[in-house]
């Protein structure tokens, strides 16, 4: 699985658009890209993925570059509620016989969203 | 409501123990993950299991053993051979391997 490499920490205003950078240089083209945050003392939780078009849900947008060698999550309007570790993972999605079932997580972003 | 759900909460080892701690899902997800969570640091893959009586090591297998005998369950026993099992345990459950994970709120476990 490619690597990723994310800023150790980054801090938002409240109400601002929260803009999280990943780069995965090394990503293969069947490689999607996760999102995932944890709160203090929680089990992780999913936001978003994807392959190569940009997607959006109801808690984020994910903007990948042509290239795909990066990625970033958008908070359209980070509240104090967000802060938290987000980590960047990217993994093979699916069946086949290269199918390891193995995701690894690094380090993460922890942001601090400020009043 | 579906969910992930591990116990305990927290959990205390004296030297030379074996401890369990429990990981149950009623998702119907056929993969299972146990991952390990240092303070400050990201998680590392202890086990995986794609499919009933099946698992694999992950990166940090030594001194970690698993059964995968429902589906429903994944139980994780740290031995005595773990010779520093301090640490936040947590377990996930995807639909499939490789999709998105759901996770359990996780299980501190301390030496005594």
């Known amino acids: 699985d490619a690597k990723t490499t994310q800023p150790p920490s980054m801090d938002c205003a409240e109400g601002r658009a929260a803009n999280l950078p990943c780069n995965h240089s090394t990503i293969s083209g069947n490689e999607y890209v996760y999102w995932y945050r944890q709160i203090h003392s929680q089990g992780p939780q999913y936001i978003i993925h994807g392959l190569k078009n940009n997607e959006t849900n109801e808690m984020a947008s994910l903007i990948i570059t042509e290239d795909r060698k990066s990625s970033t999550l958008i908070l359209p309007h980070a509240t104090l509620r967000d802060t938290a570790v987000y980590y960047c993972?990217?993994?093979?999605?699916?069946?086949?016989?290269?199918?390891?079932?193995?995701?690894?997580f690094g380090q993460g972003t922890t942001l601090q969203v400020k009043p | 409501d579906g969910g992930i759900t591990q116990s305990p909460k927290y959990l205390f080892r004296k030297e030379g123990q074996n401890v369990t701690l429990s990981c149950e899902q009623n998702?119907?997800?056929?993969?299972m993950y146990w991952y390990r969570q240092d303070p400050g640091q990201g998680l590392r893959l202890i086990y995986y299991s794609q499919i009933v009586n099946d698992f694999q090591k992950g990166d940090i297998a030594e001194g970690y053993s698993v059964s995968r005998e429902k589906k429903e369950s994944f139980p994780l026993t740290v031995t005595s051979a773990q010779k520093n099992p301090t640490a936040f345990y947590l377990c996930?459950?995807?639909?499939?391997?490789?999709?998105?994970?759901?996770f359990g709120s996780g299980t501190q476990l301390s030496v005594l």
């Open positions: 993972i990217v993994s093979l999605r699916g069946g086949g016989s290269s199918n390891t079932g193995k995701l690894i």
């Open positions: 998702l119907n997800h056929d993969a």
């Open positions: 996930a459950s995807s639909r499939g391997a490789y999709e998105k994970l759901f």
